[in-house]
Structure formats: C-alpha cells, structure tokens
C-alpha cells in the first residue's frame, strides 16, 4: 500500500512538473523581449537604426514606416509620410509603445492613420549600452542624467530622423520622463522647437515637490543631497538589463498565477493603486520594464523634489562653478518652449501631482490643451498600460495629429 502511495505521487509529481514545463516553454513563445521581433510578430514592417551621439553613445531606433505595396503585394520604397516621434519614460524603452498589441497600442495606431513612425531610447536602456570609447564596466558610462539624453541623444535621432525620412518637422508624444527630455532639450536649444508641429507629453515630469512617491519622501533627502552616498552612486548602473532574468521574472505574472506577486514589483514605480493597470498585459510588461539605466538620473529627480526647482544637476557649490560659473545649478527656461503642447495628466498620479502639473503649465508659453483623465484612480503606468487609455488618450491624440494634418493641407 505504501509502495502503491509512493508510485502516485511520483506519478503526480511528474505530470505537476511537465506542466510546469509547458508553461515555460509556452511563456517562452509568447513573451518577447525585443521590438524588432515583437512589430514583426505584430505584423508590421520595420526598420532599425543606429545613431552617434556627440559623446560616443551608440543609440538605436526603431521605424515603423509606410511602405509603397505593389499590385503583386510585394513592397516598394518607403513612402514620404508625415513622422511621429515617440519617446519613453523612466528605465524604459520603445517596447512600452508596442505592449498594449496590434490592435489597440499608439506606434500602430498612429501607423494605421498614416503616419511614418518612429521609436527612440536613450543611452542605457536595453538598445543603447554601446559608446565608441567607454564600456558598461566603466563608472564614466554610467555617470549621465535624463539631462544628457535631452541635449545629446534627442538632437542626434531628431536630426537623424529628418535627414532619412526627407521631411523638415515632425510630431512628439513623450511620456514621463520622455515628457522631461522634450521640455529640457527645447529649453536648452531653443532652436529645435522649429522641428516639432506639435508635442504631447503624458504625466511630464517636471516639477516633482508634491509628488506622493515613497521613494522619493523616504530616500530623496539623502540622494538628492550632496553627500558621500549620493556621490558614490554617480556613475552607477541602476537595473540589470538581462533579459533570460526578466524572462523569468515575468513568468510569475503568467495569467495562471496570481498578479500580486507580479504587481508588488510596480509598486516602488508607480504606486499602490493598480485598480485601473491591465493585467491582462503583466507578464510582457514584466519582461521588458525595467529596461536599464542610471542612478544618477533618479537622483537628479531626487534633486528636483528637494530643491522644489526644475534645474540642472547639482554637483555641489565648487563643481556647479566649474560647470555653470555659478554655486547654483541653473534653472531650466521653459519660457524657450514655443511648441504648441497638449498635456494630459491623472489626479491619482503617484508621481506627477497635479499641483505639479499646473505649476509646468504656467510656465510654458504654449499650451493649446491640458487633459486631466477622468478616472480618479488612473495612476501613472496607467497612461501606458492602463484599461481604456486608447479610448480616452492614444484615440484622442491621434485625433488631434489628424486635424493638424488636414489644416496645414487647406
């Protein structure tokens, strides 16, 4: 009898472990860690570029484009089309434009309305942890802020893309800390406003002294100080990149398992209330957020939420002269921003407040529209990830890129 119990659970274990085997090997084919592969498996054309930053880092972009079809349905040329620029958050990438599937995510929404799209990163990410003279051993690699992506990285792939796609401006949705680089490199070279016919940022972050982020209360009057601590994590890689790692994070969020588990890890990011977060979309969002950068560039948020300022970075009164020829760092003009600029932003935002929000507003010269989502418990991943974004905002600003379009052509 002993020997019978014993025969079934080793029956029992065997038929748990090869359906955990399945499971495996299934999440393996459905969850995708890299653009190319996912537009393609989303079955759309695309193209990858390469641009070179003025200080050596190796950014790569990822294109949408219209292609010409011939009546035997093979492709032609690539088709002059009004371009779109998208940008994304905070230890994101261009993946976060693609997850929400064919149907419903903005970088095909805005393909299928007749765009030229294009997807950018920044130095970090998964995409971009290539420089022509440093390597990601070196603290040097690492030691950069979102404000070195605004005015080297955004200029090179905003140049770079008006020079391949063959038009002269283009449009901008940026969100997060894509929203911060937009509003640093018009701020910074005021000349690129000329590029852009219009600019939507969602949940900018800007001004960050209101924000209810933990992290922020709890660890950003040390690291967005000027001491020992905040010094040694300059130059210091903030999330492992590897993606077999993610891979098998993102298994616990597999639709057969609870999504708390999955969830606890969004909470640091976006806060406690995921009531609105499509979970339906955990595990891909699992396997490619965190997408890789630096310390350095949460503590010059850090800094922000401190000195209740949007300025560049604070090395401290001696280094600040050296770099500024002031004790201060300098406050960043957004009074320079001249883009016509539509904003959309949540009352439930864990890290963008909405007193935040209005205070960036009164400063910007040109803003046509400011859209605070209807949903009070819409929180900030929400503005990606969350159920009904493409009705309230992906539609909207595809919407409002159309309208654009059909007056410039009358």
């Not at 350095?296 to 604070?314: A, E, I, N």
């Not at 009074?335 to 904003?343: A, D, G, L, M, R």
């Amino acid at each position: 009898m002993r020997s019978l119990r014993l025969g079934l659970d080793v029956v029992m274990l065997a038929l748990l472990l090869r359906q955990v085997l399945a499971t495996i090997r299934h999440s393996r084919e459905i969850i995708i860690t890299d653009a190319v592969r996912r537009i393609q498996h989303d079955g759309y054309n695309v193209e990858r570029h390469t641009v070179i930053t003025k200080d050596g880092y190796v950014l790569t972009l990822h294109r949408i484009p219209q292609v010409q079809l011939h009546e035997n349905g093979t492709l032609g040329t690539v088709l002059r089309r009004p371009v779109v620029f998208l940008l994304s958050g905070l230890y994101a990438s261009s993946d976060v434009w693609l997850l929400n599937g064919r149907e419903d995510s903005l970088a095909y929404l805005l393909w299928r309305a007749g765009y030229d799209v294009w997807l950018g990163n920044n130095r970090g990410n998964i995409y971009c942890r290539h420089n022509l003279w440093l390597n990601t051993t070196e603290r040097e690699f690492w030691n950069f802020s979102w404000h070195e992506m605004s005015v080297y990285d955004m200029p090179a792939q905003i140049d770079y893309v008006l020079r391949t796609s063959g038009v002269a401006r283009m449009h901008f949705v940026g969100i997060s800390q894509g929203g911060t680089v937009f509003l640093v490199l018009n701020s910074m070279l005021p000349q690129y406003n000329a590029v852009f016919k219009t600019a939507t940022l969602l949940a900018p972050v800007a001004y960050v002294s209101n924000t209810q982020s933990g992290l922020a209360k709890i660890i950003g009057p040390v690291l967005g100080t000027r001491n020992y601590v905040s010094k040694m994590l300059e130059g210091i890689e903030m999330f492992s990149t590897n993606k077999f790692f993610k891979k098998f994070l993102s298994m616990t969020c597999l639709e057969n398992e609870k999504p708390l588990v999955c969830i606890t890890r969004l909470w640091p990011a976006v806060g406690y209330d995921t009531r609105f977060l499509n979970k339906t979309l955990l595990p891909d969002l699992m396997a490619n957020f965190p997408a890789g950068g630096s310390v350095k560039q949460l503590m010059h948020y850090f800094q922000g939420y401190v000195s209740t300022r949007f300025r560049q970075y604070d090395y401290g009164p001696e280094r600040n002269w050296l770099h500024y020829q002031q004790l201060e760092p300098p406050e960043y003009a957004l009074e320079n921003v001249s883009t016509p600029i539509t904003i959309f932003f949540a009352e439930n935002d864990y890290i963008v407040a909405p007193a935040d929000i209005w205070r960036l507003v009164s400063r910007l010269p040109n803003v046509e529209a400011v859209y605070k989502v209807p949903w009070k418990r819409w929180n900030h991943f929400d503005f990606i990830c969350g159920l009904g974004v493409r009705e309230y905002i992906f539609d909207n600003i595809v919407l409002s890129m159309n309208r654009y379009e059909q007056r410039r052509r009358r």
